[in-house]
């Protein structure tokens, strides 16, 4: 294996690692204002909400040349850019939409479908389970599995 595939599949697996944070934030938003707009609306929040607010502050901290990275904040578990971003995006977001309609018309909310509160969940730990895998495991071993399971294919 050359050193140039080695290189593209560690770029790889740092894109899908990176991923797993943007998403993640998304489901931290979209958890704030659940039931309040519509479906196509939140995926135009969200794809605005990205590219405006998610990848500025994933390049402070975590980008070369970012203002955080060389004050010296080590943001390893994202915490300032997930969760600081997201929370107050999201409190931000359900300020502005406003309360329930269900809630302020006195109506009774029926509960939602358990399975697809398990398969959320199922995804979330299951995202989780791969960043976790990422980040213990040394790049050349995922290259090494990667190619194992691709070789099996």
Same mark, same amino acid.
């Given at each position: 294996?050359?050193?140039? /595939?080695? $290189?593209?599949?560690?770029? /790889?697996?740092?894109?899908?690692?990176?991923?797993?944070?943007? *998403?993640? @934030?998304?489901?931290?938003?979209?958890?704030?204002?659940?039931? #309040?707009? $519509?479906? @196509?609306?939140?995926?135009?929040?969200?794809?605005?909400?990205?590219?405006?607010?998610?990848? %500025?502050?994933?390049?402070?901290?975590?980008?070369? &040349?970012?203002?955080?990275?060389?004050?010296? =904040?080590?943001?390893? +578990?994202? &915490?300032? *850019?997930?969760?600081?971003?997201? &929370?107050?995006?999201?409190?931000?977001?359900?300020?502005?939409?406003? /309360? !329930? !309609?269900?809630? @302020?018309?006195?109506?009774?909310?029926? %509960?939602?479908?358990?399975?697809?509160?398990?398969?959320? +969940?199922?995804?979330?730990?299951?995202? =989780?389970?791969? #960043?976790?895998?990422?980040?213990? =495991?040394?790049? &050349?071993?995922?290259? !090494?599995?990667?190619?194992?399971?691709?070789?099996? =294919?």
């Amino acid at each position: 294996m050359t050193s140039h /595939k080695m $290189r593209n599949d560690s770029e /790889k697996l740092f894109m899908v690692y990176q991923m797993t944070f943007a *998403v993640i @934030s998304a489901a931290i938003i979209c958890g704030s204002f659940a039931e #309040r707009m $519509r479906f @196509s609306a939140m995926l135009i929040f969200i794809a605005l909400w990205h590219i405006l607010v998610y990848c %500025p502050v994933a390049h402070w901290s975590w980008g070369p &040349g970012g203002f955080l990275n060389e004050a010296g =904040c080590l943001d390893y +578990a994202g &915490g300032d *850019v997930v969760h600081v971003s997201a &929370g107050f995006s999201g409190l931000v977001a359900s300020l502005l939409v406003g /309360k !329930r !309609r269900g809630i @302020s018309l006195g109506q009774e909310i029926s %509960p939602h479908n358990a399975l697809l509160v398990f398969l959320g +969940a199922s995804l979330l730990v299951a995202s =989780c389970s791969i #960043r976790f895998l990422l980040t213990s =495991c040394p790049v &050349g071993w995922m290259v !090494r599995l990667q190619r194992r399971v691709s070789l099996r =294919c």
